[in-house]
């Protein structure tokens, strides 16, 4: 059974970079591992990810290159570094992990999922 965790969310301004962990008990060596966001009132959706193989990663157009994931397969460690972060990206991120080797958007193709962690960005 894997478990993931996030931390690193916090209030910050227009401008800042911060950067949000993953932990996962349970191996999560062959998942594919993704990011998600939602904000109060929306839907949730795909941020990036990328695949127990390193293939991608796989980032949502919108962001453009402002984020970065990694991961550590050895610490079982997903990270997601956000630069010069907007008014808009603030949102609960969501760490989430699917079997099998490609990405996918869609949050219904994740079968695990931490709990949370906010993100606030004030102007």
């Known amino acids: 059974q894997v478990q993931l965790a996030e931390s690193g969310g916090g209030s910050v301004q227009a401008g800042d970079s911060l950067t949000l962990s993953c932990a996962a008990t349970g191996s999560t060596v062959r998942y594919t591992m993704a990011w998600f966001r939602q904000a109060p009132g929306k839907e949730r959706i795909f941020v990036g990810g990328i695949s127990w193989d390193g293939n991608g990663p796989n980032y949502a157009d919108s962001l453009s290159g402002r984020f970065e994931i990694s991961r550590d397969n050895n610490k079982e460690t997903l990270v997601l570094q956000m630069n010069n972060l907007k008014p808009e990206n603030t949102a609960v991120y969501y760490c989430?992990?699917?079997?099998?080797?490609?990405?996918?958007?869609?949050?219904?193709?994740?079968?695990?999922w931490g709990q949370g962690t906010l993100v606030n960005v004030s102007s």
């Open positions: 989430a992990g699917r079997t099998g080797r490609t990405t996918s958007p869609q949050a219904s193709d994740y079968g695990y």
